[in-house]
């Protein structure tokens, strides 16, 4: 029952991953999110490097920096663990598909 658990939502998260020409809402909304993630992270660091706004907000950069780096690992690790359920059939191996 645990394992159907998983499975369903591995199969629901996997949609957000999809490459489809024709992406649905969430998938086009996960995206937009992760841009705009993108974007904010690669503006703190640009601004980081500017010695009066890094010094006055160290500890707002080093949160986004860290808050970004866990972001991206999840959903690095999300995209790892829904390989399988994905159309393409190069990965449908449980293994050697991810």
Known sequence: MRHHRFAALRQRLSVLFEDDPLPGRATKVFNIALALLIVVNVTGIVLESVE???????????????VATVLFC??????VWTAVDLRDPR?????WGR
């Open 91 to 95: 990965f449908a191996d449980p293994l």
């Open 74 to 79: 999840v959903e690095y690790l999300l995209r």
């Open 52 to 66: 009066p706004i890094g010094a006055r907000y160290e500890a707002a950069f080093d949160r986004l920096e860290w």
